[in-house]
């Protein structure tokens, strides 16, 4: 059974940094696409970026060249570096492999000042 945790949420003034931690099991990691999502108050799920099971990465433009996203592999974890964050980036972020999933917990992040 696929299992995501995530973590490394927090509250953070706008202009700073947090990096998201996910810890997935239950599947074969290295051989998935991880994707991280976020979702605000009121609104549906939105795909922030992705990493392929090589190491490359897309992102929405929104988050473009201030979120990165990487992969251990060893570690079964998948990153969310996410720099200048701004208020409109407060959500709840979830991570997700491109196979059948349950959504995990989620962590919270909040920029305000």
């Known amino acids: 059974q696929v299992q995501l945790v995530e973590s490394g949420g927090g509250l953070v003034q706008p202009g700073g940094s947090l990096r998201l931690s996910c810890v997935g099991s239950?599947?074969?990691?290295?051989?998935?696409?991880m994707r991280w999502f976020r979702q605000a108050p009121g609104k549906v799920h939105e795909l922030v970026g992705v990493?392929?099971?090589?190491?490359?990465?897309n992102y929405v433009d929104s988050v473009k060249d201030r979120f990165t996203i990487s992969r251990d592999n060893a570690r079964n974890t998948v990153y969310l570096q996410m720099n200048n964050l701004k208020p409109e980036d407060t959500a709840v972020y979830y991570c997700?492999?491109?196979?059948?999933?349950?959504w995990g917990q989620g962590t919270q992040v909040t920029v305000s000042s």
């Open positions: 239950g599947f074969t990691f290295s051989s998935a696409a």
């Open positions: 990493i392929s099971r090589y190491g490359s990465t």
């Open positions: 997700a492999p491109d196979i059948p999933f349950n």
